[in-house]
């Protein structure tokens, strides 16, 4: 039960991965169209920084996720609740932002998290 686990808190953590390179990619074509200064620049580097969060999300759950590995599963932890965390604070609480688009990433990291920690709380010591 351990290994199901394991591969449906990788698949969460993918798709969250999957859905923030999305997001970046809008994120980026939004802030093309703006004015050149430096509220586009600081767009720009949201953007990076969500899809750099992303990328590594989807390498670490294909990678250790997907293996039950102790070090993915904090890695994946850290690095996804510190990209969502201030997603929920101060987009989705404000109400900036509602409805399903609002709770997909959130619930996909969730699932990872929750997905995960079952997996790793029931493996068996090698």
């Not at 953590?13 to 994120?27: E, N, Q, T």
């Not at 703006?34 to 990678?63: D, P, T």
Request: some cysteine.
């Amino acid at each position: 039960m351990s290994r199901v686990f394991a591969i449906l808190g990788a698949v969460a953590y993918f798709a969250w991965g999957g859905l923030h390179l999305l997001a970046a990619g809008k994120s980026y074509l939004f802030a093309a169209d703006m004015e050149a200064g430096l509220v586009q620049g600081r767009l720009f580097q949201a953007s990076f920084y969500v899809a750099a969060f992303a990328l590594a999300a989807i390498v670490i759950a294909l990678g250790f996720n997907w293996r039950n590995s102790p070090t993915g599963y904090w890695i994946n932890l850290l690095t996804v609740s510190a990209a969502d965390i201030p997603f929920v604070l101060f987009i989705v609480l404000p109400g900036h932002m509602s409805g399903p688009e609002a709770l997909l990433g959130p619930s996909l990291w969730l699932t990872g998290v929750a997905c995960s920690t079952i997996a790793l709380l029931t493996r068996r010591p090698k």
